[in-house]
């Protein structure tokens, strides 16, 4: 069984700065993409960044402020992100491409909510 745990979510003024972690574990073959999603109340989930082969993707409200980053030792994720908007208000969902027994399939976090107060 695969579990993604992410941790590092919280309350943080406008401009301020948190960092996101998740990591998986369980039995698997191995993690391709991860990455990082977000839903904001009465939104679509949305993309903020993933990695894969050492190639990272952000989101266009993201770019230059978030950092995603991966430990591929430890099958870990994080997201730096500064300058912290009231805009970034949401849960967060760490979401990886494991494979598993050479069958890829898709796992999700259960999500950590980011507040970012005006």
């Known amino acids: 069984q695969v579990q993604l745990v992410e941790s590092g979510g919280g309350l943080v003024q406008t401009g301020g700065s948190l960092r996101l972690s998740c990591a998986a574990s369980g039995n698997f073959d191995s993690v391709n993409v991860m990455g990082w999603y977000r839903q904001a109340p009465g939104k679509q989930r949305e993309k903020v960044a993933t990695v894969s082969g050492g190639i990272t993707i952000y989101g266009n409200s993201v770019q230059g402020r978030f950092t995603i980053s991966r430990d591929n030792a430890r099958n870990t994720v994080y997201l730096q992100m500064n300058s912290l908007k009231p805009e970034d208000t949401a849960v967060y969902y760490c979401?990886?491409?494991?494979?598993?027994?050479?069958?890829?399939?898709?796992?999700w976090g259960q999500g950590t909510q980011v507040t970012v107060s005006s």
């Open positions: 979401g990886a491409g494991v494979v598993v027994a050479g069958s890829s399939n898709d796992y």
